[in-house]
């Protein structure tokens, strides 16, 4: 059997099945191949919303049995059922696969389940329990990436596991080794430290969050070792494996580490293995990511790459905007991404958001700029309810006073950055922002007050 088709999508991902999506809102005759039963990639099945259907249920979890007290709520009886939380958390993942599907289906994109191969001249081998050859005048690859280790490390995928057996553990470990301070680590490190674990972080590097601000950095990390988390940074994991029902974590210099659970949270790597990329004629470079060119065309020619194959920040939203940049470039001619003002967010409490530039890469290209801040424990809103960690800090060019980076370490900062995401789109200066009023009381007052410090004028510090 063989079907032709104007584009046919690799891997059904954020980026891959918007890209599917935007492909047959312009008129085009769309297949799109994704071998897991699910769609949405790893960020819905076993990386975003998993996540963050856990985070959501743990911090409740902790609120109800250490802080409702304070508030003149007394909880009586509280207990974790895990395994209920495990099924909220599935659900949530089926709920929204339905509406991927659904969405598919309502665009007239075709779906065909199985591993798809290149096999070049416009050819994808579809294998799997009903293989197909498709054809396609266009193929776009966005298969995402998959989770990396170190040397070393024997990851069995139970006792010592990646972000993905760490979504489903069975029940709370006791000692919970973490390999790895960036955003996945210390996301589902902070998951089970609320129910219950006690969570040491191992970390390479003399920080944590590498490519956060560092006074952001600072500043988390004091705010999550009151909360439990124990941090031992220029720590250099030699060994981690499991014998039996306890693991062992080697560190250069140190005494091992025993616990009963190790999650390897060091980075994600492309997954472009058994795609056929060679005999596509598809280059990539020395650590596996695709080479393209502002077009997201690859070094064969009808052949596209977006998201994580291609490098670049590993995000699901900027994996959304290139899949909706490329199709819109192969139809129209033009597409347009401003990766210089894409937000990241790290979802734990308090939450870490930001957009644009930090001072270290201000400082290194020698950008002379204005810095305002602003404490949440000044805001009414947060002293209301509870949430006085962390601040707002602007960053502004000292000669144009055009916002240049956006940084917010406090509750709900993934929902804040939005603000200034959108002033940087549009060129605001931080007397732009300042003259806007916001209502009160809110958080979002803290980003006018921060865009007020920046010429030292803040009215509430």
């Not at 802080?67 to 974790?80: A, D, M």
């Not at 089970?192 to 390479?204: C, D, H, M, N, S």
């Not at 956060?212 to 500043?219: L, M, N, R």
């Not at 977006?306 to 819109?328: F, Q, R, T, W, Y």
Request: aromatic letters at 4%; hydrophobic letters at 40%; one cysteine or more.
């Amino acid at each position: 059997m063989s079907d032709t088709f104007d584009l046919i999508v690799v891997g059904a991902g954020p980026g891959g099945y918007v890209a599917a999506i935007r492909g047959a809102q312009l008129g085009l005759k769309v297949a799109i191949v994704e071998r897991e039963a699910k769609l949405g990639g790893t960020c819905l099945r076993v990386g975003c919303i998993p996540s963050k259907a856990l985070l959501e249920t743990s911090e409740l979890y902790e609120k109800s049995g250490k802080h409702f007290e304070e508030r003149g709520l007394r909880v009586k009886s509280l207990e974790l059922d895990l395994a209920q939380m495990m099924k909220h958390k599935d659900g949530v993942i089926a709920t929204l696969d339905g509406g991927i599907q659904g969405l598919l289906r309502k665009n007239k994109v075709e779906r065909f389940v199985g591993h798809g191969r290149l096999k070049g001249g416009g050819i994808v081998e579809v294998s799997g329990d009903q293989p197909v050859t498709l054809t396609g005048k266009k193929i776009l690859i966005a298969t995402g990436s998959v989770s990396s280790s170190l040397p070393g490390i024997s990851i069995d995928h139970d006792r010592v596991g990646t972000s993905t057996e760490a979504l489903s553990w069975p029940e709370v470990p006791k000692h919970l080794v973490v390999i790895g301070a960036g955003v996945i680590g210390l996301e589902l490190g902070t998951v089970w430290r609320r129910l219950g674990a006690r969570v040491t972080v191992l970390e390479y590097l003399p920080r944590i969050l590498p490519g956060i601000d560092e006074q952001v950095a600072a500043e988390a990390k004091k705010i999550f070792e009151k909360q439990g988390l124990v941090f031992r940074l220029g720590a250099r994991v030699t060994s981690a494996a499991a014998k039996g029902q306890v693991c062992r974590v080697e560190v250069d210099g140190a005494e091992p580490i025993e616990c009963d659970r190790v999650l390897v949270a060091v980075g994600r790597k492309p997954c472009t293995d058994q795609l056929g990329l060679e005999e596509a004629g598809v280059q990539i470079d020395k650590r596996g990511f695709i080479q393209v060119n502002s077009a997201y065309q690859t070094t064969a020619p009808g052949v596209y790459a977006i998201g994580d194959v291609i490098g670049g920040a590993m995000l699901a939203h900027k994996a959304e905007e290139e899949g909706v940049a490329c199709i819109e470039k192969m139809v129209t001619g033009h597409g347009h991404i401003n990766y210089a003002i894409i937000p990241a967010v790290v979802y734990t409490e308090p939450e870490i958001a930001s957009a644009g530039a930090n001072e270290d890469a201000l400082k290194a290209a020698g950008v002379r700029y204005r810095s305002g801040k602003f404490a949440f424990a000044a805001n009414g809103r947060a002293r209301a309810a509870g949430h006085t960690d962390g601040f707002v800090k602007i960053l502004a060019d000292e000669a144009t006073d055009r916002v240049l980076g956006v940084h917010i370490i406090g509750t709900h900062a993934g929902e804040l950055i939005h603000e200034a995401a959108v002033a940087m789109q549009f060129g605001a200066s931080s007397e732009d922002i300042a003259r806007c009023c916001h209502a009160h009381p809110t958080l979002s007052e803290s980003i006018k007050e921060a865009a007020m410090a920046v010429d030292k004028r803040a009215i509430h510090s």
